[in-house]
């Protein structure tokens, strides 16, 4: 069975961009979540999306967005880069989110100039 | 807010040496799980911890959870170069529906020959 995919693997912008991340998750897994990784801040939960719905949504600026498709691949959406929003982000699915393995993929790294 | 908390925050070990890495969480849960991260990699699930009293093993790494204490342990017997990597621990809130992990700060282990 593929893993979780995630595109593309690197991205440099400049400030003031937007950016569109993919993610594809493992068949027949409906729940995807994403997650910021830094250095500075460690992982942190942006959102979590189940059947094309934000079930949940972590504490960050409405400047990130997400939304998941009805086959379950999922993007999240960053406008207006700041130099902060430099991290990996990576996309987890399960078959239901709570309380099963959450399978992460490779990660985005995005470099904001 | 949950928080969670793990220690020791690096570690270097000898191989053949035994260790156990601590993860505490400040508010109720029963939903842990344990992920290892290799140097620019993703993460990669370990174990799944979904009741009090729940221990699992995988090889050289053993986990434990204890719900009323709100702590869970990853210990690692005989350790080898090959489990050199940064452990995280996660825990979902117990009231959120689906999924929304909140990490803790992860553990550099190194281990020397």
């Known amino acids: 069975k593929a893993g979780v995919t995630q595109t593309p693997r690197y991205l440099i912008k400049t400030r003031g961009q937007q950016v569109t991340l993919s993610c594809s998750p493992i068949?027949?897994?409906?729940?995807v979540s994403w997650y910021q990784q830094t250095p500075g801040q460690g992982l942190q939960f942006l959102f979590e999306?189940?059947?094309?719905?934000?079930?949940n949504k972590g504490n960050f600026p409405g400047r990130f967005s997400g939304r998941q498709f009805s086959n379950s691949r999922s993007e999240m959406n960053v406008s207006t880069l700041e130099l902060g929003d430099s991290a990996l982000y990576l996309c987890?699915?399960?078959?239901?989110?709570?309380?099963?393995?959450?399978?992460f993929g490779p990660g985005t790294r995005l470099l904001v100039l | 807010e949950l928080k969670v908390e793990q220690n020791p925050l690096f570690l270097s070990m000898q191989e053949g040496k035994n260790y156990t890495i601590y993860c505490n969480y400040s508010?109720?849960?029963?939903?842990l799980y344990w992920y290892r991260q290799d140097p620019g990699k993703s993460l990669e699930s370990l174990f799944v911890?979904?009741?009090?009293?729940a221990v699992k093993q995988e090889g050289r790494l053993m986990a434990s959870l204890d719900t009323k204490a709100r702590l869970s342990t990853l210990h690692i017997t005989a350790a080898v170069h090959d489990l050199s990597a940064t452990y995280f621990c996660?825990?979902?809130?117990?009231?959120?529906?689906?999924?929304?992990?909140?990490f803790g700060e992860g553990t550099q282990l190194t281990v020397n020959p």
């Open positions: 508010t109720t849960s029963d939903r």
């Open positions: 911890l979904l009741s009090n009293g």
């Open positions: 068949s027949g897994h409906r729940s």
């Open positions: 987890a699915s399960s078959l239901r989110g709570r309380a099963t393995t959450q399978y």
């Open positions: 999306y189940f059947s094309e719905t934000q079930r």
């Open positions: 996660a825990v979902d809130m117990i009231e959120t529906s689906g999924s929304r992990l909140t």
